[in-house]
């Protein structure tokens, strides 16, 4: 079964500048993250989303950062403009269902971003 | 709000000894525990999972025991090996929402 796949696996852009950021979930997974994990830091939940509607946007900078999933499989995660701050891992899971208890989430390799 | 604990890293030991990783947490119901793992240059993976009170995880030598009278999750392995050299995240699942903590490095030396 293949993962979650994630692109570009590196980017190093100058503050200001815009970036975005790909994921194709596993199949048949209704359920995709976005997390920011900063360098020491456990990943931080950004934006779930249910097959292509958002449950939970709460920790998501929307002045800078915005997200879509069209058609409810691949998702784009996109920051504009960057700030130095910005600078971090940026995780990619899903899984089949968000509400129960045991349920397994699937994370794809991740993109590091630097921000110069 | 909900938050994990960790004990600080790293940790450093020798081949075949004992690990214990401390974890505790703070959560307003009952949430699921998780232990992931995530090697050099990989992505996070889940190692082991436990949903209710006295529940006990387990994967690939490790386990942790779910104890909500001490609110902990502490992850335990009778014989590290080189291979386990990781960065290791408790983790809690209340509602839709899956709260890491910081994280703990593992070296295991030959």
């Known amino acids: 079964e293949a993962g979650v796949a994630q692109s570009p696996r590196y980017k190093i852009i100058e503050k200001r500048q815009s970036v975005a950021f790909w994921c194709n979930p596993i199949?048949?997974?209704?359920?995709l993250y976005w997390y920011q994990q900063i360098l020491g830091q456990g990943p931080k939940l950004l934006i779930q989303?249910?097959?292509?509607?958002?449950?939970?946007d709460s920790q998501l900078p929307k002045d800078r950062f915005s997200a879509e999933r069209l058609k409810g499989v691949d998702s784009t995660l996109k920051i504009q403009p960057a700030k130095l701050e910005d600078s971090a891992v940026y995780l990619c899971?899903?899984?089949?269902?968000?509400?129960?208890?045991?349920?397994?989430?699937?994370f794809g390799p991740g993109t590091r971003l630097t921000v110069l | 709000g909900d938050s994990v604990t960790q004990m600080e890293g790293p940790v450093t030991l020798s081949e075949e000894a004992f690990l214990t990783i401390n974890c505790t947490y703070t959560?307003?119901?009952?949430?699921?525990l998780f232990w992931y793992v995530q090697y050099p240059g990989e992505g996070l993976q889940l190692l082991l999972k436990?949903?209710?009170?006295?529940d006990k995880g387990s994967n690939k030598g490790f386990e942790a025991t779910y104890r909500k009278e001490t609110t902990s999750f502490h992850l335990e392995k009778g014989s590290v090996q080189v291979s386990d050299s990781a960065v290791y995240f408790c983790?809690?699942?209340?509602?839709?929402?899956?709260?890491f903590g910081a994280g703990t490095i593992l070296r295991v030396k030959s």
């Open positions: 899971a899903s899984s089949f269902i968000r509400s129960e208890r045991s349920d397994t989430q699937y």
């Open positions: 199949s048949g997974h209704a359920t």
């Open positions: 989303f249910q097959n292509n509607g958002v449950v939970d």
């Open positions: 959560a307003t119901g009952y949430p699921s």
């Open positions: 436990a949903t209710k009170a006295d």
């Open positions: 983790a809690l699942k209340y509602g839709n929402k899956l709260v």
